[in-house]
């Protein structure tokens, strides 16, 4: 009976869970399709991309420009017992583009803007806003979930860009300032290390990222409880789930792409 039991509750939490995921792509096929039709509402656009991309460049420099100070720290203390303290240039830079970069700017995003929309999503349902719009012949979708979704694609690959800019910076002050090392050699073994398939890796990572960040914190928000109680669960399951999501799709996206780029 323990076992019939077990398996009950093993299927009926995949069932669930297999029902949540048919619903939230129905929901994105939804907002993406919105958008496509007309009126088109580019100043939601704009209002998402500053509140999203705008708002966090300063927590997205800051946090970049200790992150290379830190590698550059790191990488010069395990490559001078090689007698390799030339490469940390080319260490600090590869690890930001190809993966610190894009995964640090997405997770920092996710705290300040994917927590927010999915609260300000989550009290719009609870004090019925949205069915206010709907009364007004407005669809929600199009007008609050396409807006965000679309300049969380556009803004994660610029803040990434600021990210790793500001990371390269923060690392060569650090190496050259502090280290002792030379900067000609340090920019030149960074600039010869550097590939355009690094550099389209980070762009792919962070649009993925961007992308699936803001379909979660909106489809999280638009579908929360009711109560205060609900608002708080949504976006706490927003940030868990937006984080782990991207933390695994990293994982694929990296394999994938570096078995492709060495084929």
């Avoid at 093993?10 to 907002?31: H, P």
Wanted: overall charge positive.
């Amino acid at each position: 009976m323990p076992v019939v039991t077990l398996f009950e509750f093993i299927g009926r939490l995949l069932i669930n869970r297999l029902q949540a995921f048919g619903l939230a792509v129905i929901f994105l096929w939804q907002a993406l399709f919105s958008f496509c039709r007309p009126p088109f509402r580019f100043n939601l656009v704009l209002t998402q991309l500053r509140m999203i991309g705008v708002n966090s460049t300063l927590v997205i420099a800051l946090i970049g420009l200790f992150t290379g100070a830190v590698l550059a720290v790191q990488a010069e203390y395990t490559l001078s017992k090689f007698g390799a303290s030339a490469y940390t240039g080319s260490a600090v830079a590869l690890s930001l583009i190809r993966e610190l970069g894009p995964v640090l700017t997405a997770l920092m995003v996710i705290g300040r803007a994917g927590s927010a929309s999915t609260a300000e999503l989550g009290i719009m349902k609870i004090t019925e806003q949205i069915d206010a719009l709907r009364s007004m012949a407005i669809d929600p979708i199009k007008y609050l979930i396409a807006p965000r979704i679309i300049a969380g694609t556009i803004a994660m690959p610029l803040l990434a860009a600021l990210f790793i800019t500001v990371g390269i910076w923060g690392g060569y002050i650090v190496s050259v300032g502090l280290l002792g090392l030379s900067s000609g050699t340090f920019m030149s073994i960074m600039e010869a290390a550097v590939s355009e398939i690094d550099i389209y890796s980070g762009f792919l990572k962070s649009l993925v990222f961007g992308f699936l960040f803001s379909w979660v914190s909106c489809f999280k928000g638009y579908h929360c409880g009711f109560g205060a109680i609900g608002v708080n669960k949504a976006t706490t399951q927003s940030v868990v789930t937006a984080s782990v999501s991207i933390l695994v799709v990293d994982y694929f996206l990296t394999s994938i792409l570096t078995r492709v780029f060495l084929d």
